[in-house]
């Protein structure tokens, strides 16, 4: 079945600087990669999604890049901001009906001010 | 629109007993999952309902866990006899159609300790 690694597990930054989450996959029939947010106590939040079909997609200050032959991809938060701070989860699933998310274990980004 | 609610946020048992968790689902959202996440983890699939029939529960402890949508909207996910390795975040989610790359909403959750 479907594996999904992620690193790192904790990443600081100094606010206005960039930040990478990278995750990998083992399934090379995945063909949906979404990115969740994940404040204290609150339920994780869609933040973007990226199809296999496209290798980059962006969206104000987030951007995920996905690379089919080597089977990761990567999330990109620039102009970083306190409020960012939270945990970010990747996954990835296969089409059909049973194409289940398979998430990686996270990464606690802290954005200082 | 309105999100997914669960409830309760939460729960706290003694081992062996029994606990139900509530979901309702986004307002015509066909597909219904029920995931479990432990502290430090990504969540993990236990269930999907497709309207009222399971598509995969491969993943649910059948012995002790229980789930049902019998009409296609509300669900409820039991736990009965609970154990200590319960303890986690029991979250719910929702997509319009069926299939993986269909984004899936989630619920608050209900934060479950077993004592």
């Known amino acids: 079945g479907e594996n999904v690694e992620q690193h790192p597990s904790t990443l600081s930054v100094q606010e206005g600087d960039s930040a990478v989450i990278k995750c990998t996959y083992s399934?090379?029939?995945?063909?949906?990669f979404p990115w969740y947010k994940q404040e204290l106590g609150k339920r994780p939040q869609l933040i973007i999604d990226i199809r296999s079909n496209v290798g980059e997609k962006k969206d104000q200050r987030i951007a995920v890049t996905l690379n089919k032959t080597a089977k990761h991809f990567s999330l990109h938060i620039t102009e970083t901001q306190p409020e960012d701070s939270a945990v970010y989860f990747c996954a990835a699933s296969t089409e059909g009906s049973q194409g289940n998310l398979i998430f990686g274990k996270g990464t606690k980004l802290s954005v200082k001010p | 629109e309105a999100g997914v609610a669960q409830s309760p946020r939460y729960k706290i048992i003694e081992k062996r007993q029994s606990v139900a968790f509530w979901c309702n689902p986004i307002?015509?959202?066909?597909?219904l999952y029920w995931y479990q996440q432990i502290l430090g983890q990504g969540p993990k699939l236990l269930i999907q309902?497709?309207?009222?029939?399971?598509?995969?529960d491969s993943q649910l402890p059948k012995d002790r866990f229980s789930a049902e949508r019998l009409k296609g909207v509300d669900s409820t996910l039991k736990i009965q006899p609970a154990k200590l390795e319960d303890s986690a975040v029991y979250l719910c989610?929702?997509?319009f159609g069926r299939g993986g790359s269909q984004p899936q909403h989630f619920g608050d959750g209900t934060r479950l300790s077993i004592l």
């Open positions: 399934d090379s029939a995945s063909n949906y």
């Open positions: 307002s015509g959202h066909a597909t």
């Open positions: 989610a929702s997509s």
């Open positions: 309902f497709q309207n009222n029939g399971v598509v995969d």
